[in-house]
C-alpha cells in the first residue's frame, strides 16, 4: 500500500467515525426531546387540588353504598347514622368543606411513566409543596408533626408520604388519598406461617375488625395485604383502598374471600359508628405478592366510611 493509499484510508475512518458519532449525536436528542416534560408547579397545583378535593368530595361508589346501607340495615340507630353520612357528605360537596376535621396524613400515590421529565424542579418536591399549598388554601387541618417523639407540629401538613412506581408510558398518575389517625391506628401486620392457610389469614382479619371495635368510625373499607414481605404487605394493605367499591378482585379465589370476610365482618354487629347493625364494613379488598416458602405475611389497613382519595393523570 502506498502512502497516498494509507492517507486515504484514513481520512475514510475519520468521516465514518464523525458520522457514526452524528448519527448517535441526533439519537440521544431524538431521545431527550420525545421525553414528555410537565412542569414543576402544575404538579403542585394538581396535588393541591386533589388534597382539597379529596378532604371534600366523597365518591359517588361511598354515597351508594351508604344508600345501599340503608337496605339491609336493621338497626333504627344504624339507619339513622347512615343517612346522616350521606348528609354530612353532601353538605361537605355543596360548601366544599372537610367531610371530616382529621383531614389526615397526605399519603400520595404515583405513576412515573419512564417517558416523563419533570422540568423546573424535583418531583418530590412539587408533592410536598402541593400538599402544603392545599391544605393552607383549603383550611385543611394540619396534622404531622416533625418528630415522632418530640411532637412539633410541621404546619403544613408536609412530609407526604409517597409511594412511587415506575411504568411504562408518558403520563404521571398522581393519587392523594388522606389517611385519618383514628382508623389508621387500628392497622396491624402479622408474620403468619405458610400453615395457617386461607383461614388463618380471614380470622386475623376479623379478629382485628372486631378489636377495632368503633374507633375508625365504621362503616369501615378493610384493605388487606397478602404476601410480600413484612414492608411490602403493609402497602399492598393501603393499596387496596384506592380501588372502588363494586370492583371485584380479578382472581376468583380472592374475589371469593374478598366476599367471604365481608359477610363475617358484617355479622360482628359492630354496625355504623359501633353503635350495633349489620353495616359494620362497606367492602373488602385484597391485594397479593409473591412470598417466602417460610412465611404468610398478612396486613390490614382499616380506612374509615370517608376513605378518601383523588386522582388526575399529567
Known sequence: MSFGEFGV???????????????????LKKEVTLAKEIPYQKIVDTVAQLSIDANCLIGDDIINAFKNGLKIEES?????????????????????????????FA??????GSGVK??????????NAGVSKGYKEGFLRKSIVSDPLRRKNTGDNTPAVIHTEIVPGDNLRITVAPKGGGSENMSEVKMLTPAAGAE?????????????????CPPV??????GGTFEKVAYLAKKALLR???SVHADPFYAEMEKDLLERINKTGIGPQGFGGRVTALAVFIETYPCHIASLPAAVNINCHAARHKSAVL
Do not use: H
Open 9 to 27: 484510508l484514513q481520512c475514510l475512518d475519520s468521516s465514518i467515525r464523525k458520522i457514526r458519532y452524528s448519527i448517535r449525536e441526533i439519537r
Open 76 to 104: 333504627p340507630t344504624g339507619k339513622d347514622i347512615l343517612n346522616q353520612l350521606i348528609e354530612n357528605a353532601e353538605i361537605a360537596k355543596k360548601e366544599m368543606i372537610p367531610a371530616c376535621q382529621d383531614t389526615g
Open 107 to 112: 399519603v400520595v400515590f404515583l405513576e412515573v
Open 118 to 127: 419533570i422540568t423546573g424542579g424535583e418531583l418530590f418536591d412539587a408533592i
Open 200 to 216: 388463618g389469614i380471614k380470622n386475623f382479619v376479623v379478629d382485628r375488625v372486631l378489636r377495632s371495635k368503633a374507633n375508625p
Open 221 to 226: 373499607l378493610v384493605g388487606v395485604g397478602i
Open 244 to 246: 372502588d367499591i363494586g
